[in-house]
């Protein structure tokens, strides 16, 4: 019997600055987490939009 295909695994992302990149259609941001090792999330250009104001929102 074949085993099931596995998802690719991507590598770990290490620990890092603060970063936005823009990654084919979509934003890639990178925020460092206490402790170590950093959170990766992709967003659409909405997506990032809605979080630039919701932290202005705070920040402000």
Known sequence: MESPHMA???PRTGDGPLE????????????PLEGG?????ELNAT?????AEALQGVVS
């Open 8 to 10: 690719a695994m991507k």
């Open 37 to 41: 090792g950093r959170l990766v999330v």
């Open 20 to 31: 936005a990149t823009k990654e084919g259609r979509g934003i890639v941001m990178r925020v």
């Open 47 to 51: 997506e990032a939009s809605e979080l």
